[in-house]
């Protein structure tokens, strides 16, 4: 694997993580929240498009 590949993968993970900590944050106002959220990462954020009015279902 080259190391263009090693970091933009290990970019997307950080930002997915980045995300995740953003929205729940933002609706929890929650420390221990944002960490859980923070270690599930893009499964936190596609879910909570998915569930959300307005999300990605509409």
């Given at each position: 694997?080259?190391?263009?590949?090693?970091?933009a993968a290990q970019a997307g993970i950080g930002l997915g993580s980045a995300i995740a900590v953003a929205i729940s944050w933002s609706l929890h106002k929650s420390i221990i929240w944002a960490i859980v959220h923070g270690f599930f990462g893009w499964?936190?954020?596609?879910?909570?498009?998915?569930?959300?009015?307005?999300?990605?279902?509409?």
């Open positions: 694997m080259s190391s263009a590949t090693n970091s499964f936190y954020v596609i879910w909570h498009a998915f569930t959300r009015p307005g999300g990605l279902s509409g």
